[in-house]
């Protein structure tokens, strides 16, 4: 089975643009989760959204906006670069095993990410 | 979530053990330990996570201490491809929907 797809791998854009990275979870997986990796740190959470509907945000300025469609797949949206922006996007996915109601189950499984450069 | 402090960086020999300790002793009771580790320029690849009892999977085994406030990861024969940064995480299961990670462990197996 497929795993995490992200794409583009590599990017590379100027100040002032706007950028959309894309994500496929894996198959079965509803959930979708993006991060921000910036060189010597751990990843820094951005979103989540779980059956098309954004479950959590990091903090991150409204420059940054993501949706999920019908088929889970996701997309990743940042306006106006800014030179720290360049980072490596982290998009990981997650099924949600349930009993009685609670969440006991919610592994996220990343993809290989999309590495952006802004100049 | 309850903050985790992880060595910056281990050695190990090819072949042997590789333990990696990480203190979460602010740890809340319904907190799971979870391990993620990224070889460089991939991403985070899950590895093995657990509540209070001891966990063994393919790839590795977590030991909890009996009070919760410290873990380790333990690779039972560490290879090259296991040099990676180890990120050790501790999140509610579930209703907690992010991964905060810290700075992990550079963990370098030398041949």
């Known amino acids: 089975d497929a795993g995490v797809t992200q794409s583009p791998t590599h990017l590379i854009k100027t100040r002032g643009q706007h950028v959309t990275l894309r994500c496929s979870p894996i198959s079965g997986h509803k959930s979708v989760s993006w991060y921000q990796q910036v060189l010597g740190q751990g990843p820094q959470f951005i979103f989540q959204y779980y059956e098309k509907e954004e479950r959590g945000r990091g903090n991150f300025p409204d420059r940054f906006s993501a949706r999920q469609f019908p088929n889970y797949s996701s997309e990743l949206n940042v306006n106006a670069l800014l030179l720290g922006d360049s980072a490596l996007y982290l998009c990981?996915?997650?099924?949600?095993?349930?009993?009685?109601?609670?969440?006991?189950?919610?592994?996220?499984?990343f993809g290989a990410g999309t590495r952006l450069s802004v100049l | 979530d309850a903050k985790t402090t992880q060595p910056p960086s281990m050695d190990c020999a090819e072949g042997r053990a590789a333990n990696l300790p990480c203190n979460h002793s602010t740890i809340s009771g319904n907190e799971y330990v979870y391990w993620y580790r990224q070889i460089h320029s991939q991403g985070p690849q899950y590895i093995i996570h657990?509540?209070?009892n001891n966990e063994t999977n393919e790839m590795a085994s977590l030991i909890i201490t009996e009070d919760r406030k410290s873990s380790t990861l333990i690779l039972p024969h560490a290879t090259l491809r296991d040099t990676a940064v180890y990120y050790c995480?501790?999140?509610?299961?579930?209703?907690?929907?992010?991964?905060?990670f810290g700075k992990g462990t550079l963990l370098t197996v030398n041949p």
């Open positions: 995480i501790v999140r509610v299961e579930g209703s907690n929907y992010k991964l905060t």
């Open positions: 990981a996915s997650s099924s949600r095993a349930t009993a009685g109601g609670l969440v006991t189950k919610n592994i996220q499984y």
């Open positions: 657990g509540l209070k």
